[in-house]
């Protein structure tokens, strides 16, 4: 910790950068940041749903006379 303090003292207390340097020193940390949050983040794949899949069988859009008639050539059969 001591060679620390030591280093961090010979730092210079103002820094000159051009517009262009900052500019670029700002989208290297930006994209930076995006990559290593892509490395970093939890992998959801196993549990990841896109959509309700409730196909067109469920009850409430209308088809319940469809979904009947089904169910009852499945059972005919």
Known sequence: MFK???WTKTWT???EMTKKEYLLTIAASLFGGIVIGFVFAPRR???TTIGSH???ENQ???NENAW???VEEEMEA
């Open 13 to 15: 207390n103002v820094v």
């Open 60 to 62: 409430n859009n209308g």
């Open 4 to 6: 620390m303090k030591e």
């Open 54 to 56: 409730n196909g067109s």
């Open 45 to 47: 794949i196993k549990y």
């Open 68 to 70: 009947q008639e089904e």
